[in-house]
């Protein structure tokens, strides 16, 4: 991790925002100046480069051989709130003669120092005041001895050969009383022959904390100051270039496929170049980067996040709207409503910022171009490319982290890592099958619905067979109940994203190499529930009714007949797998003995009649057939689930007038168990309203 200082610069080499040259002329000016007491400043924002330019006019007047400019460097804002500034100025004063082997002329100016140290306004004036006072006569003695000193120092200074450059930095960082006291302290000993003064500042804030004392602090500036300079700011282009070889230090190990050139350069030049405009704003924002990127580098877009970062450190109110705003954003919300938030997240602010932040917006989420329309197809794109904008990706750019149970990046590029061994695949699939995701489902879930985003070029041809090889062997255990949809809005069930995930791949398959794909899977199968469900997919393909199904043009399987073959394979599967005891408890039971019965009825019935001989297997088998209906309570707006038993699919395999007496036999057995008695009720009730009709 890289923290960029916010150290100023010191060399010509490090300099690539054009202070250079600035620096240099102003070092030459310096160099030719002849009258006395000059007072050259630099104006500028905070964090536009002024202390850089200091230091390398700095260094430009080291490069003359035998200098003839002695350099006093001052910050009083290391000193700010300690004690007399006055007495710190000369002290660092003295030392700079005395390195530069003046030290008779900085014994003199410590002289004349304790003598105004203790002046808070210039000395002819003490002396006017002083005059005044009862005690004039001390006062005349003690400023005629000021007098005097200053008029030594002066002869002193004109003796010396060599100008001394005083450079006072951070002005604008001092309290409003400090300030004065800088102005002051310039003001009275500025006309010193020789001696040249280098002040920078914010002239906004100086001249706002010298208002409450002078008229116009501008006005007052302009008493003192013969020189002033606007530091030059960088060109726009400068700063950017400055701000994207710190990107490219942050991104050295991204793939270039992971990043949209196109997409970055449109929100880099139309909404975050807005935000960029002192060399400060480009180091506060890779530093933010430097600590934030890293934690989620694997799980974000690029793009998306440092548009979005440069809202947090530039924008915070904006940033805040957003993070809160994550429903409507992405994709929940109407025209009427996405119009209004965009108006109270302006409001405010001036044209150009209006225009930039709505780039960046629109850039972060699509959605809001209300003149463009999104279909299904893009969420997956938004999800694959792990855009804000995709639901499932919104959370992670706030947290800094992957939702605890959540199917991260990285373990989805694991996955397609290990696709070549299939039997890596199934470990996977059975462990994450283990353990707890999101909203009480397990990670599998989770998993299974990320990988539908990778079916394309993500998977290498060769090995779709293995992975398809892998959901058949892992099969029923895919198809866990904690991963049933809950609710009319809930998400899938597993067994629609593993349909997803294998018709997917077996069109990336020749039409002729299919039918053996699916074949040798079943093959490998010890579970028949996925097997019957996904043949009976393949069979739907074949069905007149496109609209309701959404049969494609072109079948997997071009020839309803080659799908034959693999049912009958099926059959003798579930032939074998119905002697264990866990037969009866597949998933989906009713849907694999449908097509059991239409291959052999009779061996089918005959089963059915032996494994439901005890009463917990017959109440076990009716569950199947409890369908859930969602409802909204209209006092409290929770959503409740009830259920009732759909004697109508019971029907091809039991008669109800023949078990009515069991059923009513195991209810009095059992009046304690809740759960066995809600399937009972449920079956009693919907056999007495069939009576009724």
């Not at 005349?140 to 005097?148: G, P, S, T």
């Not at 530091?231 to 991204?254: V, Y």
């Not at 079943?522 to 496109?546: A, K, P």
Request: charged residues 25%.
């Amino acid at each position: 991790m890289i923290i960029h200082s916010d150290e100023p610069l010191r060399d010509p080499s490090q300099d690539v925002l054009g202070y250079s040259s600035f620096a240099y002329q102003l070092a030459k000016t310096i160099r030719h100046i002849s009258s006395e007491g000059t007072v050259l400043s630099i104006h500028g924002p905070w964090g536009s480069g002024k202390t850089s330019v200091l230091n390398l006019v700095q260094h430009h007047l080291k490069q003359e051989q035998d200098s003839q400019v002695i350099v006093v460097s001052f910050n009083p804002w290391w000193f700010s709130g300690q004690e007399d500034l006055t007495i710190r100025f000369f002290a660092a004063l003295k030392a700079a003669l005395n390195q530069a082997d003046a030290g008779d002329l900085a014994n003199l100016l410590l002289d004349f120092a304790d003598l105004v140290s203790e002046v808070d306004v210039p000395w002819y004036v003490k002396i006017a005041y002083r005059l005044i006072s009862q005690f004039k006569k001390k006062c005349i003695e003690k400023y005629a001895l000021i007098d005097q000193k200053r008029e030594t120092l002066v002869n002193a200074l004109r003796k010396q050969k060599k100008k001394i450059l005083i450079i006072i930095d951070d002005i604008d960082r001092l309290t409003k009383e400090e300030v004065s006291q800088i102005f002051k302290l310039v003001k009275s000993v500025a006309n010193f022959p020789n001696v040249i003064y280098l002040l920078a500042f914010d002239e906004n804030v100086v001249a706002h904390a010298l208002k409450e004392q002078f008229i116009s602090g501008k006005d007052y500036l302009k008493k003192i100051i013969q020189v002033p300079f606007e530091l030059p700011q960088p060109e726009k282009n400068e700063l950017i270039s400055f701000l994207c070889k710190r990107l490219d230090q942050l991104l050295s190990d991204l793939p270039r496929e992971h990043f949209d050139q196109q997409r970055w350069h449109t929100t880099l030049l139309r909404g975050i170049q807005y935000y960029i405009k002192t060399p400060r704003d480009v180091i506060r924002l890779m530093n933010t980067l430097n600590v934030t990127y890293q934690c989620v580098r694997n799980e974000v877009n690029p793009v998306d996040f440092i548009a979005l970062e440069t809202l947090r450190v530039f924008c915070p109110d904006s940033y805040h709207l957003v993070r809160t705003n994550s429903t409507l954003l992405t994709g929940g919300g109407d025209d009427k409503s996405s119009k209004q938030w965009i108006e109270s997240l302006l409001e405010g602010k001036n044209s150009e910022e209006q225009a930039a932040l709505t780039s960046i917006l629109e850039a972060l989420f699509p959605k809001l171009h209300r003149t463009i329309k999104f279909d299904a197809g893009w969420q997956v794109s938004w999800r694959k490319n792990r855009q804000i904008c995709s639901p499932d990706c919104f959370t992670t750019y706030f947290r800094l982290a992957v939702p605890i149970g959540s199917i991260s990046h990285t373990e989805m590029e694991h996955a397609l890592s290990i696709a070549k061994d299939s039997g890596a695949f199934v470990t996977l699939l059975l462990r994450l099958n283990e353990e707890e995701g999101v909203n009480g489902r397990t990670r599998l879930h989770g998993f299974l619905n990320r990988l539908t985003d990778f079916t394309q070029e993500a998977l290498r041809q060769e090995d779709i067979p293995n992975v398809i090889k892998a959901l058949f062997c892992v099969g029923d255990q895919l198809l866990s109940i904690k991963d049933r949809q809950k609710s009319f809005w809930d998400a899938p069930d597993n067994v629609f994203y593993v349909w997803d995930i294998i018709s997917k791949l077996l069109r990336r398959i020749s039409s002729e190499n299919r039918i053996k794909i699916i074949a040798d899977s079943i093959g490998c199968s010890n579970s028949v529930s996925l097997i019957f469900f996904i043949l009976g997919r393949l069979q739907l393909e074949h069905t007149e009714d496109i609209a309701s199904i959404g049969r494609p043009e072109n079948p997997l399987i071009p020839k309803h007949e080659e799908l034959i073959p693999l049912f009958q394979l099926a059959a003798k599967k579930t032939k074998k797998l119905a002697q264990s005891p866990q037969f009866l408890r597949s998933p989906y039971l009713p849907m694999v003995l449908k097509s059991w019965k239409e291959e052999n009825p009779s061996e089918m019935n005959e089963w059915l009649t032996g494994a439901l001989t005890k009463d917990e297997d017959l109440i076990q088998f009716l569950r199947y057939f409890m369908l859930p209906e969602f409802h909204i309570d209209p006092f409290s707006g929770f959503h409740q689930t009830r259920y009732t038993l759909e004697l109508d699919k019971l029907d091809p395999f039991l008669n109800s007038d023949q078990i009515i007496d069991r059923i009513r036999s195991i209810k009095s057995k059992n009046s304690d168990s809740q759960d066995i008695l809600s399937i009972i009720n449920c079956f009693i009730h919907s056999y007495e309203e069939r009576l009724k009709c």
